[in-house]
């Protein structure tokens, strides 16, 4: 197509002309992956180490160690590859959960290594959100399509929906 042409014409000089602007040390973010991630949804640090990053995707989980620099799959367990949003333990980093679309909820106790199903008491598996109570890590929360909210006391071994509070649509 001329105009994706001429586009990639502009790059190449713009680029020959003023190098610094594509340089790593310049102001310009740079993109260091995952490669073959698909669509990035979600992305969450570790606050206690903040060079271990997970990406939710369309592609699966991505994680980081190195801020970045590396990346690779950490999908061990996981039913659905597309990852709506991850959360990680305030108080216990190495425990992850995954919302996940058509899959329900997947948590982790060793970092993301692997995953196992927490979909007790859910009505449907496409799960658009999740939260941990920050001041009771073993209290979580969930958010569906439709206006549906669950609720788990017990680190996701089950779930309860809630309905007291919430407004209809």
Do not use: C
Not at 34 to 46: C, E, H, K, L, T
Not at 54 to 74: E, L
């Amino acid at each position: 197509h001329p105009t994706n042409f001429f586009i990639i014409i502009l790059i190449i000089t713009i680029a020959s002309t003023f190098p610094s602007i594509i340089s790593a040390d310049s102001n310009f973010w740079v993109s260091n992956g995952p490669f073959g991630a698909g669509n990035v949804i979600d992305i969450s640090i570790n606050n206690n180490n903040p060079s271990t990053i997970y990406v939710g995707s369309m592609g699966g989980i991505f994680k980081t160690t190195d801020a970045g620099q590396n990346w690779f799959p950490v999908n061990n367990g996981l039913r659905s590859s597309i990852i709506n949003q991850i959360a990680i333990d305030p108080l216990a980093d190495n425990i992850l959960y995954a919302a996940t679309q058509h899959g329900g909820i997947f948590k982790s106790v060793d970092s993301g290594e692997s995953w196992n199903a927490i979909n007790t008491g859910l009505m449907m598996l496409t799960v658009n959100t999740i939260a941990i109570d920050t001041t009771s890590s073993s209290t979580l929360y969930a958010g569906m399509n439709g206006g549906y909210a669950y609720r788990s006391y017990d680190s996701g071994s089950s779930w309860h929906l809630m309905v007291d509070g919430l407004p209809s649509a």
